[in-house]
């Protein structure tokens, strides 16, 4: 079973500021995704990446395989980014299964 | 439909009684998966379709849940007896070949709550 940890839990910015949210994972995969949820409780695909950078809009997100780390930036937040981070990855012994970090609870104050 | 479709969007019932949940995928999907999440809790897989077939069920708590999916397409969670403990947020959602390699797009969920 893959482990997936992410940082921070919690982060609170004001507006403007650039953020980073980190995802490390115990085994080697083919993909990584970035999920958002929103308080009303949708989830948001952000990204799913396997190797590089990808970018939309103000997001960027980042892997690198050899150390197992992907990382989500926001560039200029604003106070409707907050919302609950989520990198997961999948289980390859598993039929695509997804394994789902903790979330990290980004708010952004105006 | 542009989007994945989720019924009933909330679900009050009482302990004891039968509930179906229905996941409407995006056309074309192959892959539709079923999770949970519980207040203030992370998402939790229950079962994984790969056409009509549940390659992974393995997630299912007990044998009170069961879940098919016809046609590749509609699929049903069905929770037999409710118990107080079942009260979540259930989750469909679906990608065109599997989380290996195609981006996931989630339902906006059913809110079960078992009085």
Redesign the interface.
């Known amino acids: 079973k893959n482990e997936v940890e992410q940082s921070p839990q919690n982060l609170t910015a004001q507006e403007g500021e650039f953020i980073t949210i980190n995802c490390s994972y115990s085994v080697g995969i083919s993909a990584l995704h970035w999920l958002q949820q929103h308080p009303g409780g949708g989830i948001v695909s952000l990204f799913m990446l396997s190797s590089g950078k990808k970018k939309h809009g103000r997001l960027i997100a980042t892997i690198n395989i050899q150390e197992k780390h992907s990382s989500l930036h926001i560039t200029a937040s604003h106070p409707r980014d907050s919302a609950v981070y989520i990198c997961a990855v999948p289980e390859e012994t598993s039929g695509s299964r997804l394994t789902f970090g903790e979330g990290t609870q980004l708010t952004v104050n105006p | 439909g542009a989007g994945v479709s989720q019924s009933p969007s909330n679900k009050v019932t009482e302990k004891g009684k039968d509930v179906e949940l229905r996941c409407d995928p995006i056309s074309g999907h192959t ?1 539709l ?1 079923w999770y949970r ?1 519980s207040l203030g809790q ?2 939790e ?1 229950l079962i ?1 379709f ?1 056409g009509n077939s549940a ?2 069920k ?2 299912l708590p007990s044998d009170r849940f069961s879940a098919e999916r016809t046609g590749g397409s509609v699929s049903t969670l069905t929770i037999q007896r409710t118990q107080q403990e079942d009260s979540a ?1 259930y ?1 469909c ?1 679906s990608s065109y070949r ?9 339902g ?2 059913t ?1 079960l709550t078992v009085t």
């Open positions: 892959a998966y999440q992370g998402l897989f994984y790969q390659p992974d393995s997630g947020v989750l959602a599997s989380s290996y390699n195609s981006p996931l797009h989630f906006n969920g809110r």
